[in-house]
């Protein structure tokens, strides 16, 4: 049975790398006790705390970490009607700490993951693996058989092309959980008690033309690579539809990587997830999605984006018309989620402009 690891054995020395470049976003409704376990990890990085639900409730995080806390009324103070497209009472709400962080890099994690451990049992540390994944290469064009060739102790296997082995900037690292499985509600109700506790060393790219199902609790990316496809759409409050919105922006992100050139990979690292969702809830905000994506997965599968499509926010807003062309005949909602990806560009674009105002640094402690 996969176990977490302790804050003692979390505790090894660690160089933190790209401590200046990286921002790690977390959504939540409660205090972040969880953070003692993570503190030699994240301790040397800044926060991004971005709070759903009740903006009167007093978050608390424990002292020494940098950070800087975002609650509704902050959202709707510094975005005013385009507030309208950062979803409410549901964690696609962390899309709001990618726009208004000024960093290079971003990791995001829920508050339920746990350090893991791996086979050895020595502490995972996550946020390490996920820049080793973004600082080297991916290989979408071509299937490398040995996994990740850029590993120490990898490399091309025979019948690799040579003219393909310089790889290709990785936008997007998508990490796994032990312990709770991301599992949609009829596999929970299924499986109850399934619990993973298979530890695969191993980090691949996707390949070009495959889409798959993003998860966004232990996730991180360029962010100026890629980082204007990361919308969490619409989801929660008011809104038919709940617990897609990594998998929307997954989708639409794969796409437009696979678009510029860029790659995507996924495996290591592993963090812990520590609490299973109740799949009844679950149920009820997944059932239209269940039944939608069987049109939805199609639409990105033969989503062709045209060649004057050379930014990632070009590629999005094309995105958005091509949604509401399309999807717009499944249900309504995707008239309105298309309309929310043009205002979530507009507001990325009016908080990161280009020039010497992007150099910006981020907001003061709270």
């Not at 790690?24 to 639900?53: A, C, K, S």
């Not at 978050?59 to 309208?84: H, Q």
């Not at 082995?165 to 399934?194: C, F, M």
């Amino acid at each position: 049975m996969a176990e977490p690891a302790t804050a003692t054995e979390a505790a090894a020395p660690a160089v933190p790398q790209l401590k200046d470049e990286l921002d790690i976003v977390i959504p939540t409704i409660r205090n972040l006790e969880f953070l003692e376990m993570w503190r030699p990890f994240f301790q040397p990085y800044h926060l991004i705390i971005v709070q759903d639900g009740d903006p009167s409730k007093t978050i608390k995080v424990p002292d020494g970490f940098d950070y800087e806390l975002y609650n509704r009324n902050d959202i709707n103070r510094i975005l005013g009607p385009k507030a309208s497209c950062i979803s409410f009472k549901d964690s696609a709400c962390r899309c709001f700490g990618y726009m208004v962080s000024k960093k290079k890099y971003i990791f995001t994690i829920d508050d339920d993951c746990f350090v893991a451990k791996d086979p050895s049992g020595k502490a995972i540390n996550a946020l390490q693996q996920h820049i080793k994944n973004l600082l080297s290469p991916s290989t979408p064009f071509f299937f490398n058989t040995l996994y990740d060739p850029y590993r120490e102790g990898a490399d091309f296997v025979r019948g690799y092309p040579f003219s393909l082995r310089e790889g290709v900037p990785t936008a997007v690292s998508h990490g796994l959980w032990l312990n709770i499985p991301d599992y949609d509600a009829p596999t929970q109700l299924v499986k109850p008690l399934e619990r993973n506790t298979r530890y695969v060393d191993a980090v691949q790219t996707i390949p070009k033309g495959a889409l798959f199902p993003m998860c966004g609790m232990n996730l991180a990316f360029d962010r100026e690579l890629i980082g204007p496809a990361m919308y969490f759409g619409l989801m929660g409050d008011g809104q038919p539809i709940g617990r897609y919105d990594d998998m929307w922006a997954g989708w639409c992100t794969k796409v437009i990587c696979d678009h510029l050139g860029l790659g995507v990979k996924t495996g290591l690292p592993y963090i812990y997830h520590s609490k299973a969702s109740n799949p009844f809830v679950n149920l009820k905000k997944e059932y239209k999605g269940i039944f939608w994506q069987e049109e939805i997965i199609p639409f990105f599968q033969q989503a062709v984006l045209p060649k004057d499509c050379t930014t990632v926010q070009k590629c999005y807003i094309e995105l958005a018309k091509q949604v509401k062309d399309k999807l717009s005949k499944v249900d309504p909602y995707f008239d309105k989620l298309a309309e929310a990806m043009v205002t979530w560009i507009a507001a990325w674009d009016e908080l990161n402009p280009t020039g010497a105002a992007a150099a910006l640094p981020n907001g003061k402690a709270k």
